[in-house]
């Protein structure tokens, strides 16, 4: 059975959505079986993207991010297009400003570590659980938050108008007015059987992988085509896909409008079609509602009703 992970296919519940010309997706809803199995962003992640995560008891992850004010929301947004010399230069220049007594390191561009003096007494969500718009939860929890606190608002103060930024913003690109600090989730090993071959799209979290992973940012043609190259059966592969978090965070309905209506002739389609004429035995979407299981001919099961896909539920 052939394994599609979506993280953020499903808007929030009550989220207005526009009209969605999905009729392949409709079928695959209609012909399949939703199993509910509720689980975090974080948690699809770790399930199926990324296991090791793990750090020393003194360290903890530093994500670099953009919050933005509007007339009546507040939004935070990772930042994924920092380049190497910047995260260099930042975490250098943030552990002399606290004289070594904080050490701040580049894992790549994008996600950082920073070494504490000792190991901390609070703990903070994942930045996979914390995007999008801010609500008042976005916080540390636990028995000396005080330290995040101070360590969050400083740091925000000493990016404000910080030189790095402000080429950044000349570049046309946000600026990184902030780090959301968070601590190493617990381990949570792979749900799912190892897959002969793992594909992933922009996602930059295969690096924290125990799984090996290769490209995979085209369709379902494509990746038919990865896999006749690598001698791999499809039914025994996985593709995991982030595509829809950047519109979801953003609160765009209408670039999840046209990045759906994409995916429907790319993925869906070609997938439908394969289902229908049995050249492929199954498939399953996962998302954090849960998943959907599609069988070989699903089609013969006429007699199940129709369904409208709406965006915000299976």
């Given at each position: 059975?052939?394994?599609?992970?979506?993280?953020?296919?499903?808007?929030?519940?009550?989220?207005?959505?526009?009209?969605?010309?999905?009729?392949?997706l409709n079928d695959l809803l209609r012909y399949g079986r939703f199993q509910a199995a509720p689980l975090s962003r974080g948690?699809?992640?770790?399930?199926?993207?990324?296991?090791?995560?793990?750090?020393?008891?003194?360290?903890?992850?530093?994500?670099?991010?953009?919050?933005?004010?509007?007339?009546?929301?507040?939004?935070?947004?990772?930042?994924?297009?920092?380049?190497?010399?910047?995260?260099?230069?930042?975490?250098?220049?943030?552990?002399?400003?606290?004289?070594?007594?904080?050490?701040?390191?580049?894992?790549?561009?994008?996600?950082?570590?920073?070494?504490?003096?000792?190991?901390?007494?609070?703990?903070?969500?994942?930045?996979?659980?914390?995007?999008?718009?801010?609500?008042?939860?976005?916080?540390?929890?636990?028995?000396?938050?005080?330290?995040?606190?101070?360590?969050?608002?400083?740091?925000?103060?000493?990016?404000?108008?910080?030189?790095?930024?402000?080429?950044?913003?000349?570049?046309?690109?946000?600026?990184?007015?902030?780090?959301?600090?968070?601590?190493?989730?617990?381990?949570?090993?792979?749900?799912?059987?190892?897959?002969?071959?793992?594909?992933?799209?922009?996602?930059?979290?295969?690096?924290?992988?125990?799984?090996?992973?290769?490209?995979?940012?085209?369709?379902?043609?494509?990746?038919?085509?990865?896999?006749?190259?690598?001698?791999?059966?499809?039914?025994?592969?996985?593709?995991?896909?982030?595509?829809?978090?950047?519109?979801?965070?953003?609160?765009?309905?209408?670039?999840?409008q046209a990045l759906l209506e994409q995916w429907e002739h790319t993925w869906f389609a070609p997938l439908r079609t394969a289902?229908?004429?049995?050249?492929?035995?199954?498939?399953?979407?996962?998302?954090?509602?849960?998943?959907?299981?599609?069988?070989?001919?699903?089609?013969?099961?006429?007699?199940?009703?129709?369904?409208?896909?709406?965006?915000?539920?299976?």
């Amino acid at each position: 059975m052939f394994t599609l992970v979506l993280p953020a296919l499903l808007r929030r519940p009550h989220e207005p959505v526009p009209p969605l010309a999905v009729p392949a997706l409709n079928d695959l809803l209609r012909y399949g079986r939703f199993q509910a199995a509720p689980l975090s962003r974080g948690a699809l992640y770790q399930s199926y993207c990324c296991d090791r995560l793990t750090l020393p008891e003194n360290q903890i992850y530093a994500s670099p991010v953009w919050q933005r004010m509007g007339m009546n929301s507040a939004d935070m947004l990772a930042l994924h297009d920092i380049r190497a010399d910047e995260a260099q230069a930042w975490c250098a220049e943030l552990t002399a400003f606290y004289e070594n007594r904080y050490t701040f390191r580049p894992l790549r561009p994008d996600l950082w570590t920073l070494e504490l003096p000792a190991p901390p007494q609070w703990q903070a969500d994942s930045i996979w659980n914390v995007c999008g718009q801010l609500d008042g939860t976005q916080t540390a929890h636990g028995a000396d938050t005080r330290e995040w606190l101070r360590l969050t608002t400083e740091i925000q103060m000493w990016l404000h108008n910080h030189p790095h930024n402000a080429k950044r913003e000349a570049a046309g690109q946000p600026p990184a007015n902030g780090l959301w600090l968070w601590n190493a989730p617990p381990p949570q090993p792979f749900q799912a059987a190892p897959y002969a071959l793992s594909g992933c799209g922009s996602t930059e979290w295969h690096a924290q992988s125990s799984r090996p992973w290769q490209q995979a940012d085209g369709g379902w043609a494509e990746w038919q085509a990865a896999c006749r190259t690598a001698e791999t059966n499809p039914e025994r592969t996985l593709v995991f896909r982030s595509d829809f978090t950047a519109c979801a965070d953003t609160g765009d309905i209408w670039h999840y409008q046209a990045l759906l209506e994409q995916w429907e002739h790319t993925w869906f389609a070609p997938l439908r079609t394969a289902l229908f004429s049995g050249s492929l035995n199954g498939l399953e979407i996962v998302c954090e509602a849960g998943r959907l299981t599609v069988g070989k001919h699903p089609q013969r099961r006429f007699w199940k009703r129709k369904k409208t896909f709406n965006g915000t539920t299976f």
